[in-house]
Structure formats: structure tokens, C-alpha cells
């Protein structure tokens, strides 16, 4: 069970949990279309057996170890092509709960994953409904590696791994934090202080600055990520031209 009591004014003050499901996502999905649920409202379960990731990606998480919820937002205020404003909102949203425990090795890998050193903490699979030309619902997926200490890929790590408790972190505990620090992001984008979280979000971006590898189109080159621009886009300087890429047109070369 899920009792929490976040000081906040909406997010998470309502809670869908499920001992297991496929996905939070399908299930936030599924209530979108089948009732009208308060913004903020979130769906969490304890047991994930088909979690989703990006591009196609599963999400694997042992039971009872680690957060897999879906939050329902309704970010009217933003359009179509705004939508990469939301994923800098929750990334920060979740860097501020996570720094305090992990510390300052912990980054944003563009465009939304989160990393300590070059390990992967945690996800995010923000889906979208368009009205026109807005938004009319979000759904944000976050999966958090929290308790578990095993794993398949050497990539991954946890909470626990990187910042070891003797009797494992509290997940409502967590889950609560979670809420107040993502509400905190979301209306500092709803106020419009855009500024602000891009500088932010560039503050803590995995790489940025720093000559590394990457790979596009199946050619490697080297470069440096100097930003990321007001659709998502993340730039980066190869031999003095600036080049854009979106989400699945650039892939980061691990270095050796
Ligand atoms: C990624 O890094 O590829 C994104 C992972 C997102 C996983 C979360 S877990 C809760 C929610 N439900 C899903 O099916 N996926 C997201």
C-alpha cells in the first residue's frame, strides 16, 4: 500500500495503487479515457511485469524494490512543440529529491535519464495527448532503481548501491519527496520561469561541455555538447559547426 502525505497542493494527494500491473503507463492511460482524473493524480504498483522505456526499450524491476509510477498531469499552458520544457521540469523535479541522497555525481543524460557517474539510476516516459496544437494530458512514467541491488546489466545501479542504508530506503518516504520537489518543477514552468530550469537542467546535464564520442546515422565523430534548444534538441559542436539532434538521432559512445 501507498499512504502518503505530500505537502502539496495536487500532486499526489491522489494515489492509484495496484499490487501489480503491465504498466503504470497503461493503466494512467486507461484511467484518462475512462474517468476524468485530477491533475497530479498518480498510479503506482509494486509489481511492473512489462514496464516500458524509451525507444521500444522494456523497464525491468524486481518486485517490492524500487518506484514504478506514472504521474497524470495537464500541461495546457504548453504547445506541441514545447513538450521537451516537461521532461527538463520532472527531470529537475527528480535530481532535487535524489542529489541530497547520492551527491554531486549525479547527472541528466539528455534527454531524461538519470545518472550517477555513468551508471543508470533511473527513467522517464513522458506520453503525451495532443489537442490542436496543446497538450492536453501527460502521462510521466518514472522508474526509479531504489533497493535493488542485483542486476542484469553492469550499467545499471541504485540508490542503494551508490548510497548504502542499513535498512533500505522507505519507499513512500521517497515516493512522497518525489512529489513535492517534481510540483515544485511543474509550476515553476506553469509560472513561466523557463529560464531558469534550462539553466538549471544544463547545470546538471550528463557530458556537457566535455569533448566525448557519439554516434549518428552509423558514423562515429567526436564532439561537445554546448546545449539543447527550445524543441529538445541537443547540440553539439563537431569540428566548429553546431549540430542538432532529436531523440533518436544521436546516441552516446561509451568511452573506453
Ligand atoms: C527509460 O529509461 O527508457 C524510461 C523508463 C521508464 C520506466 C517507467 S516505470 C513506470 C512507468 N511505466 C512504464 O511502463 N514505464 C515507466
Not at 100 to 116: A, C, E, H, M, T
Not at 149 to 177: I, K, M, V
Not at 221 to 230: A, H, K, S, W
Amino acid at each position: 500500500m501507498y499512504k502518503i502525505y505530500p505537502k502539496t497542493l495536487f500532486l499526489g494527494q491522489k494515489i492509484q495503487y495496484l499490487p501489480s500491473c503491465q504498466s503504470t503507463n497503461d493503466e494512467a492511460s486507461a484511467l484518462i479515457v475512462q474517468t476524468d482524473p485530477a491533475e497530479g493524480t498518480l498510479v503506482i504498483t509494486d509489481n511492473q511485469t512489462a514496464g516500458r522505456g524509451q525507444r521500444g526499450n522494456q523497464w525491468e524491476a524486481q518486485s517490492g524494490q524500487n518506484l514504478t509510477f506514472s504521474l497524470i498531469l495537464k500541461p495546457s499552458f504548453l504547445t506541441a512543440t514545447e513538450q521537451f520544457w516537461l521532461n527538463m521540469a520532472i527531470s529537475l523535479g527528480i535530481y532535487d529529491t535524489l542529489q541530497p541522497l547520492v551527491g554531486n555525481s549525479l547527472r541528466i543524460k539528455w534527454p531524461n535519464d538519470i545518472y550517477v557517474g555513468d551508471q543508470k539510476l533511473g527513467g522517464i516516459l513522458i506520453e503525451n495527448t495532443l489537442h490542436g496544437y496543446g497538450i492536453a494530458w501527460s502521462i510521466v512514467g518514472i522508474g526509479l532503481n531504489v533497493n535493488q541491488t542485483e542486476f542484469g546489466y553492469q550499467t545499471a545501479t541504485s540508490l542503494q548501491l551508490q548510497a548504502p542504508l542499513p535498512n533500505t530506503y522507505d519507499l513512500p518516504g521517497l515516493l512522497s519527496r518525489l512529489c513535492e520537489t517534481l510540483e515544485q518543477r511543474y509550476l515553476q514552468l506553469r509560472s513561466g520561469n523557463r529560464d531558469t530550469l534550462k539553466i538549471n537542467y544544463l547545470q546538471i546535464l550528463y557530458r556537457f561541455q566535455e569533448e566525448h564520442g557519439f554516434e549518428s546515422e552509423g558514423h562515429f565523430f567526436r564532439g561537445i555538447i554546448i546545449g539543447v534548444d527550445d524543441t529538445g534538441r541537443l547540440a553539439i559542436a563537431d569540428d566548429g559547426k553546431v549540430r542538432y539532434f532529436g531523440f533518436k538521432e544521436v546516441s552516446f559512445v561509451w568511452d573506453v
